[in-house]
């Protein structure tokens, strides 16, 4: 049965190889998503530009879940960049410290937030260049501060995306910057923020890294399955 799953998944996968194909395919799978998971969206609590990038920040290596559980604390004490940047070293790590990394976040967070202050006025940019200026921000920090704060479409790959724009076919990049790239050539733009929070979503809730639900998933008579069932190229 797994090796005409296999068989099946490559026909499926050759039958979308024009750009046009991928592009329908990965509309598709949009469009399904969104009544699959109509509330889909960033999962991180947050008040205003500044505490989403802090939160951001905080979630790497980390749960959501935690952060939402640290920030709370972090912004009734420090709630602006001109506080942050001022903020004891020691005492904003024994904030965060359940994040894991706390050293380095802390770290990160304060010269960021110097940055903010030094550079923009204490408020957070609204351009990619800008953003990659700050101290622990990557493109996918900045993607998520555009696309939900400032709604400016940005396609965010973190491991759940990256995982399913692999299985699903878009993509055969395993470098988050090409996932991203190539994933948004074939989604209209105002669609880039979203689809990242509905891949998320179905990451977490059928599509799992170590065992996914695929005969209880919505595409599985569709997905190519790449990388699934075969152990040197398991997601």
């Known amino acids: 049965m797994a090796a005409k799953k296999t068989s099946a998944g490559k026909r499926r996968s050759a039958s979308r190889s024009s750009l046009a194909d991928k592009k329908a395919w990965a509309v598709d799978v949009c469009q399904k998503l969104k009544r699959l998971y109509p509330q889909a969206k960033c999962a991180l609590d947050y008040q205003n530009p500044l505490q989403l990038l802090v939160a951001t920040i ?74 990659l200026s700050l101290a622990g921000v990557a493109r996918k920090t900045a993607n998520v501060v555009l696309g939900n704060a400032f709604g400016v479409p940005g396609f965010v790959v973190d491991t759940h995306v990256g995982r399913l724009s692999r299985r699903l076919g878009f993509t055969r990049q395993n470098d988050p910057v090409k996932v991203e790239r190539e994933v948004m050539e074939l989604l209209p733009a105002e669609d880039w923020t979203l689809m990242s929070h509905l891949l998320i979503s179905h990451g977490r809730a059928t599509c799992q890294s170590r065992k996914p639900a695929c005969d209880k998933c919505f595409f599985e008579a569709d997905c190519p399955k790449i990388g699934i069932g075969h152990p040197a190229t398991k997601q």
Do not use: H, W
């Open 58 to 131: 905080l979630s790497a290596q980390c749960t959501d879940v935690r952060v939402n559980m640290v920030t709370p604390c972090l912004f009734d004490r420090y709630p602006t960049a001109k506080d942050l940047a001022g903020a004891d070293l020691s005492d904003l790590e024994s904030i965060i410290r359940s994040t894991g990394f706390f050293r380095n976040k802390a770290k990160n967070i304060k010269a960021c937030a110097q940055r903010l202050v030094d550079e923009f006025g204490g408020k957070v940019p609204r351009t990619m260049e800008d953003l």
